[in-house]
Each structure stands twice: as structure tokens, then as C-alpha cells.
């Protein structure tokens, strides 16, 4: 993450390609139009489980999970289409992300 920071990207170890890269914004011009932009957060009013939620998503819609890297508070961005909780408790992005993962890999029958 220092390197991030710092340098703006992070680069593969054994090759000049980009692993990373800081985007500016708006970040909207990087994501799909079509879209569904779904916000993760504790105190959204929805809480659901993640696994039913993506499960009932069609394919042809791809989804975007925006996932805050924050002790507390919520995303505050206009970009959203739905918030939703996926705990009744506080999460780390790690968690959230994984259970993210999780849920797709499921649904896409990944082994």
C-alpha cells in the first residue's frame, strides 16, 4: 500500500506489468453504464444475505460492489444504486470482500 501511495501503481515483480494503478476521478468514467453499483455498509437499512442478493442478479447485468476501507461512517458517493448490509455486525473490508468472492464463486459454480 506504501507503494501505492507513493508511486501511484504497483508494477509485478518479475515483469513490467501494472498489478495496481491510482485512477483519477470521476470513477464512474471507469465503470460499466450498465451496471448495478451496490454499496456496502453496517448501518444500511437492507440487510441481507450476500449469497441469496447475488444469486438472484442476472448475468447480463455485471455488478459493482463498492467496499469502504473505514472504521466508521458510510460511502457518501452518488453513485450507488443500492446500500446494503450483508452483517447485523461491523465488518472489515477483508471480510466483506471475501464474502463477496464467496457469494460469486457460488454462483458461478467455481470450485
Not at 507503494?3 to 501511484?8: I, M, T
Not at 472504521?71 to 464474502?99: M, N, Q, T
Request: proline share 5%; with cysteine.
Amino acid at each position: 500500500m506504501v507503494q501505492l501511495l507513493q508511486k501511484l501503481s504497483i508494477r509485478a515483480t518479475n515483469g513490467p506489468d501494472k498489478l495496481l494503478r491510482v485512477i483519477k476521478n470521476p470513477v464512474t468514467k471507469y465503470l460499466p453504464s450498465e451496471a448495478r453499483r451496490i454499496g456496502l455498509s453496517y448501518s444500511a437499512p437492507k440487510v441481507v444475505k450476500l449469497h441469496d442478493y447475488v444469486a438472484a442478479s442476472t448475468d447480463k447485468i455485471p455488478l459493482i460492489f463498492v467496499v469502504g476501507a473505514m472504521a466508521h461512517g458510510k460511502i457518501d458517493v452518488d453513485y450507488i444504486d443500492d446500500f446494503i448490509s450483508i452483517s447485523e455486525y461491523p465488518l472489515s473490508a477483508a471480510c466483506c470482500i471475501g464474502r463477496i468472492c464467496n457469494a460469486v464463486e457460488q454462483k458461478w459454480e467455481i470450485l
